[in-house]
């Protein structure tokens, strides 16, 4: 049974920082695709940073430059630091991976809310 457990979020003012992060149990973070996606209300989901098992990493042309993904492999944990966050941030911040998104499973997320 895979669990992806968000958390870090909070209410932040624009410009300001937040770390997610999202714990595994279940499966590996090393050896598993790991994906940050945001949902804003009356707004789909959307897939903001993506991690592989390899490192390399990609990043939605929105955040990219302001929001990094990191990975550690010890703690089964990987993280999203966002910096210079703007209004637009705003949204529940999930972690997930392809074949659990496929099978609809999704973790309670972490609420990220950034004041103008």
Known sequence: QVQLVESGGG??????????????????????TITW???APGKQRE????????????YA?????RFAISRDNAKNTVYLQMNSLKPEDTAVY????P??????????????????
Request: aromatic share 8%; hydrophobic share 35%.
């Open 11 to 32: 209410l932040v003012q624009a410009g300001g920082s937040l770390r997610l992060s999202c714990a595994a149990s279940g499966m590996s973070v090393s050896i598993n």
């Open 61 to 65: 042309d929105s955040v990219k430059g």
């Open 47 to 58: 897939s903001v940073a993506v991690i592989t098992s390899g490192g390399s990493r990609n």
């Open 37 to 39: 996606y945001r949902q």
């Open 99 to 116: 074949n659990y998104v496929l099978g609809g499973y999704w973790g309670q997320g972490t609420q990220v809310t950034v004041s103008s």
């Open 94 to 97: 999930y972690c997930n991976a």
